[in-house]
């Protein structure tokens, strides 16, 4: 049923056009960091919106039935690495201030459906070993970029913890990194065993 259901072109469509959407509003948050943002760096500060615009990518070539591995591992990782950040943040941000607007929970929400989703097509992608290692190594610059240059995403609230909020991140994208292992190489493996 879920099979089907993943695989059901106005359904394809319709999470195309929700995951462009909020790739839009993704960057558009961004702005006003975006702005203060040296040139170089400007590939590495959107997260989120740019986990979603490569799942977008995903989607557009999925329902013309065409695989980009690169893309999809990038995909499967970053979605479930900034999709749980941002809900970690967020949680955090409400426990150390008391208060957390109504953005933020919708922020919760859209974040979780993010690093679900991603992991839900696991079985389509066509990921090998050499699209998790780029896509790790990208995932783990990014983490550089942002927590050595200072590039990380602007919680002002959090800035007091911004050694640790680095030492998460990092974990996490091992974390992601290996869950995507698991579920597209790994598993593909145990598959082609049993046959």
Not at 37 to 46: D, E, G, Q, S
Not at 148 to 175: A, C, H, N, R
């Amino acid at each position: 049923m879920l099979r089907y259901l993943l695989t059901f072109k106005p359904f394809v469509l319709l999470l195309l056009v929700v995951n462009l959407l909020g790739t839009i509003y993704g960057y558009w948050w961004y702005k006003s960091q975006l702005e203060i943002t040296p040139t170089i760096f400007l590939p590495f500060v959107p997260d989120s919106p740019t986990a979603s615009l490569f799942f977008c990518i995903f989607l557009f070539f999925f329902l013309i039935k065409k695989s980009v591995p690169l893309i999809e591992a990038l995909a499967i990782i970053t979605l479930f690495k900034y999709g749980i950040w941002a809900v970690v943040m967020n949680i955090l941000t409400l426990i150390v201030t008391g208060y957390l607007p109504w953005q933020g929970y919708m922020l919760i929400a859209s974040h979780g459906a993010m690093a679900i989703q991603g992991l839900l097509y696991a079985p389509f992608y066509k990921i090998k070993v050499i699209h998790i290692v780029i896509a790790g190594i990208w995932t783990l610059h990014n983490d550089i970029i942002d927590y050595v240059f200072g590039m990380m995403p602007i919680y002002s609230k959090l800035s007091d913890f911004s050694q640790e909020i680095g030492y998460f991140t990092f974990w996490l994208s091992i974390l992601s990194i290996g869950i995507a292992y698991l579920l597209t190489v790994h598993y593909q493996r145990k598959q082609a065993n049993h046959l």
